[in-house]
Structures are given as structure tokens and as C-alpha cells.
């Protein structure tokens, strides 16, 4: 990349510096960035996984209530009408989505990771799409 996005990104969960400049360059809107981290993204396992991560643990705190019971899958904390704003292929990815600890504050994501290889290569850019997005709902 030959610039830079400075933005303040609140996304704790998300660790890998690749998965943080793909959201800092959604958030610049810049399309040349967005296109590199989406490549950068759907070509290393890394940058999927932490990205991954954030959006388990981002869900799973706004999804819980005090009736929540850990391990459970994301998809089973999942509200309903949060479920239809998923594509398809994301909400397969979901249900193998753990999240473990006594504060459901650990993420599962190996049978995750490898469905989205399964995946096709449109039907992985549109879980990559529900993830970004479900990470910046509330950003910037």
C-alpha cells in the first residue's frame, strides 16, 4: 500500500495488522485498499481467522443475555432476525463458530476456517462482507 488510513478503529478483537488495515481502508473508503485487504484476506488463512474472531466475540457480547451457557455456537446466541441479514454461506460459518470461557471471552473457529475452504471463491467474499460489515456496524 502506498498510503496510509489513519482512523481510530475500536476493533479490540480483531489482532492480525492485515485484518486492521483491510477495516481502516472500508472505513477510508478506499477502494484500492479494500480491494488489496480482500485479496490480502481471502488469500491467508490469518487475516480470515482474526477477522473471524472479531466478529464471534463482537456478536457474542451484543447477543448474550444473562441466560447464556458457554461453549455455545454463535449461530444459537444469534437472534433470529439478526440471522436473515446473513448471507447463506455466512451463516453456515456461524454454526461452527464457538465461543468458550466462563465470560464467553474465547472463540473455536477451526471447523469455521474449515468450511470457508470449502467455500467458493464468491461465496467467501460474501462471508468476508458480513464479517467487515458486522465488525464496523458501529465504527466510525
Not at 59 to 82: C, I
Request: aromatic share 4%; net charge negative; proline share 4%.
Amino acid at each position: 500500500m502506498a498510503h496510509r488510513h489513519p482512523s481510530k478503529l475500536n476493533a479490540e478483537h480483531v489482532a492480525h495488522p492485515g485484518a486492521r488495515r483491510l477495516l481502516k481502508a472500508e472505513l477510508a473508503n478506499c477502494a484500492e485498499c479494500r480491494a488489496q485487504g480482500d485479496a490480502d484476506a481471502l488469500g491467508d488463512s490469518a487475516v480470515l481467522d482474526s477477522l473471524l474472531h472479531g466478529f464471534v466475540l463482537k456478536r457474542a457480547e451484543q447477543w448474550r443475555n444473562r441466560h447464556s451457557r458457554y461453549p455455545v455456537t454463535l449461530y444459537d446466541l444469534a437472534p433470529p432476525d439478526e440471522l436473515r441479514f446473513l448471507d447463506i454461506a455466512t451463516r453456515e460459518v456461524v454454526r461452527l463458530c464457538v465461543v468458550e470461557g466462563r465470560a464467553g471471552d474465547r472463540v473455536e473457529t477451526a471447523g469455521a476456517l474449515a468450511e470457508l475452504a470449502n467455500l467458493t471463491d464468491e461465496e467467501r467474499a460474501r462471508v468476508l462482507g458480513d464479517l467487515v460489515d458486522g465488525i464496523l456496524e458501529d465504527e466510525g
